[in-house]
């Protein structure tokens, strides 16, 4: 397509890009990766400067304006300093869109072709594998892998999004608020966590279906101790954290409480939920109560 232009490095991943016709102080480059996108000249010095995770959050940021806009994002200096994370709830929902659509240009059944981690907000290819071996105990799509388990040749076939997730998608999911709703029935309690959990007595029977972790195939769960432990990860969040952030925790939160009362409890959700706290504070009182929410549930993070 633009195969006539210059080549120069992209800024976002390092790969080849090519270098579009701009005006004024700007760069204008295509990136097979992380598609059409322009950047100013200062925002390009200030991203030299900043810490690379900023990298893959940006490309993921152009690469969806292009795909369902067809136009170029515009990364000013600004945006870079604003540039943050986002929850894996977010994650989940963003690649199950993209997802959807694929299959709606290729046909049902078809599989994706190749996808690059930092196109959904994935720090790595391991990252990657967590949000779709995610996606498939939540029976939304279907992909194989070979090696894993300490092989670092891990192969990641193409994903499959089934037949029910893209007539649910078809029904109109448009934020990762309805993707919960839809797949996860997760109750959010608005400002309050209220944990409500029901079981036989104070036990539940978790069972879990991923071989990656560790556990006896069913744990008695206490649970007024989890209802504590999930009250103090709240809690001990610093009090100058923003608002913002606070209710990310709340929100994953409420994940992992809808999880555990649902019929059969999936571990990798609660995993890979819990890994996503990790990176909202780093205060030790946080990090501790996230140790020991993952230690209840026989979880490594």
Do not use: W
């Amino acid at each position: 397509m633009f195969s006539l232009n210059e080549e120069m490095k992209c800024f976002l991943c390092s790969n080849k890009a090519e270098k579009l016709p701009h005006q004024g102080l700007e760069y204008h480059l295509y990136c097979k990766n992380c598609g059409e996108y322009k950047i100013t000249i200062q925002a390009e010095l200030v991203l030299k400067n900043m810490h690379e995770d900023i990298k893959y959050i940006l490309s993921s940021q152009t690469f969806e304006k292009y795909y369902y806009e067809h136009k170029p994002l515009t990364i000013l200096a600004e945006d870079i300093q604003k540039t943050k994370d986002i929850p894996l709830l977010e994650k989940l929902f963003k690649l199950s869109k993209y997802l959807y659509h694929e299959t709606k240009y290729a046909g049902l059944g078809s599989k994706i072709g190749s996808i690059s981690n930092s196109q959904f907000y994935c720090r790595n290819t391991d990252e990657y594998l967590q949000l779709l071996e995610t996606l498939k105990s939540m029976n939304i799509i279907e992909f194989e892998k070979i090696g894993g388990n300490g092989d670092n040749r891990v192969m990641i076939y193409p994903p499959k999004l089934l037949g029910k997730a893209v007539l649910a998608f078809e029904e109109g999911i448009n934020n990762s608020e309805h993707f919960r709703k839809v797949f996860m029935t997760t109750n959010n309690n608005g400002n309050n966590i209220n944990l409500n959990l029901q079981g036989d007595g104070n036990q539940l029977s978790f069972a879990t279906n991923n071989a990656n972790i560790t556990a006896t195939q069913y744990n008695s769960l206490d649970i007024k101790e989890l209802k504590i432990l999930l009250e103090n990860v709240f809690k001990s969040l610093p009090q100058d954290i923003c608002n913002e952030k606070r209710d990310d925790v709340k929100e994953s939160l409420a994940a992992i409480h809808s999880e555990v009362q649902s019929q059969n409890p999936r571990k990798i959700i609660i995993k890979n939920t819990i890994s996503a706290l990790k990176g909202i504070a780093t205060t030790a009182g946080f990090l501790a109560a996230i140790a020991k929410l993952a230690e209840f549930f026989q979880i490594i993070i």
